[in-house]
Structure formats: C-alpha cells, structure tokens
T-cell receptor, first 113, second 115 residues
Framework: DQQVKQNSPSLSVQEGRISILNCDYT??????FLWYKKYPAEGPTFLISISSIKDKNEDGRFTVFLNKSAKHLSLHIVPSQPGDSAVYFC????????????FGQGTILTVHP | SAVISQKPSRDICQRGTSLTIQCQVDSQVTMMFWYRQQPGQSLTLIAT?????????ESGFVIDKFPISRPNLTFSTLTVSNMSPEDSSIYLC????????????FGQGTRLTVV
C-alpha cells in the first residue's frame, strides 16, 4: 500500500523556467507534508512543509500547494536553477507520529542551463 | 536545524557479518529515527529509537536483524546483522523537532554494500 506517490520519475526543465513536482497521497491522517531535496551521496535536505489546514506555503523560490480534497500536493520552483538538479521527495506525517515520515518514490529533476 | 553526523559514510562488507552505524546529533532530541533507502527506491522507516526504552520497529523490520541502541539524547546506533546482498542500501538517521511535524532532519547516510 503506497500511501504517498510521485508518479513522475523524472522532470526536465530549462533554467529560469518553472519546475512543478507533483505528489498524491491516500492517507487522510496525514496532517503535515514535507518536501526534501537529495543529492547523490548526501542525506535528504529539508526544503519546505505545509500543514493540512493550509493550501499554500511559500519560501523564496519554493512554493508548495495542497489540494486536500484531491489529496494532491505540488512543489513549484521558480525560477529553476541548474543547482536545483536533484531527486525530490515528498513525505507525509500524521497526528502524533512525530518524525515518522512516509515518503514517495522521488522525482529526478534536471535543470538545463 | 540539527546537525547530524553518521559514521561510517560508506562500507563494503562480507555477507554474514554485521555492521554498526553510529548517529550523533548536536543537540538533545527525544526521538531518533532510522530509515533505509534501497537502490532506486524510496526511504522506508525502520524503527524509532527512544532514549530509555526499547526501539519501536515498523512492519517488516525486527530487532534481531536491526538492533538499535539509544544510550543518551544525542546518540544512537543501528546494527545490520548477518548481512546479505539484499541489505545493500543507504541507511539514514533522522531527528525531528520535539512535538512538531513541521521539519525533520537527516544525516548524510551510510552507503552499505554487501558482497
């Protein structure tokens, strides 16, 4: 049972354009969603999170949108930079399960100069 | 944020042996977590390491295979026992802000190859 799904294994965009990474979930108990970036040979780096009571959270070039009725969230990166090229994971966590994240499969983002 | 250091960063081990991975955090945390990322896969939670009590394991993971220690609020170890090539993965230590789900931080991971 895959509770968090990232259906696009990869995404390629041009530098300066928008990158949109998508994530779907099935577990209604999730009340926070987190996005991570991961470079090879490094641990995941926290990017941004959103509470289930919100529909948008913004931090610099990163914006996460949550559509709770559709159980869908997306991460927008504007403008995209070559240094953003990495694997992006979304994760859900619920209730008192502090720190116990359920991850999607990841999307490889490649930003071309 | 929290600074998390893992040792070793990588290792190549013979099947049938065991490897102990260390995780050190720069501040006291109530709960530490161990994840596994198999090749080409997502991150999967192995267990929660609680200070002063036994670790709590997720479905599919058992203490005999992945014994965990948590001697204090800044340190934990995960042992991968009686290794087989299927244990070849990246093992990651994680901590979260106490009482919140807004952020969780990861160490750099231990890349284990079993031959």
């Amino acid at each position: 049972d895959q509770q968090v799904k990232q259906n696009s294994p990869s995404l390629s965009v041009q530098e300066g354009r928008i990158s949109i990474l998508n994530c779907d979930y099935t577990n209604s108990m999730f009340d926070y969603f987190l996005w991570y970036k991961k470079y090879p040979a490094e641990g995941p780096t926290f990017l941004i999170s959103i509470s289930s009571i919100k529909d948008k959270n913004e931090d610099g070039r990163f914006t996460v949108f949550l559509n709770k009725s559709a159980k869908h969230l997306s991460l927008h990166i504007v403008p995209s930079q070559p240094g953003d090229s990495a694997v992006y994971f979304c994760a859900g966590v619920g209730g008192t399960s502090y720190g116990k994240l359920t991850f999607g499969q990841g999307t490889i983002l490649t930003v071309h100069p | 944020s929290a600074v998390i250091s893992q040792k070793p960063s990588r290792d190549i081990c013979q099947r049938g042996t065991s490897l102990t991975i260390q995780c050190q955090v720069d501040s006291q945390v109530t709960m530490m977590f161990w994840y596994r990322q198999q090749p080409g896969q997502s991150l999967t939670l192995i267990a929660t390491a609680n200070q002063g009590s036994e670790a709590t394991y997720e479905s599919g993971f058992v203490i005999d295979k992945f014994p965990i220690s948590r001697p204090n609020l800044t340190f934990s170890t995960l042992t991968v026992s009686n290794m087989s090539p299927e244990d070849s993965s990246i093992y990651l230590c994680s901590v979260s802000r106490t009482g919140t789900n807004t952020e969780a931080f990861f160490g750099q991971g231990t890349r284990l190859t079993v031959v």
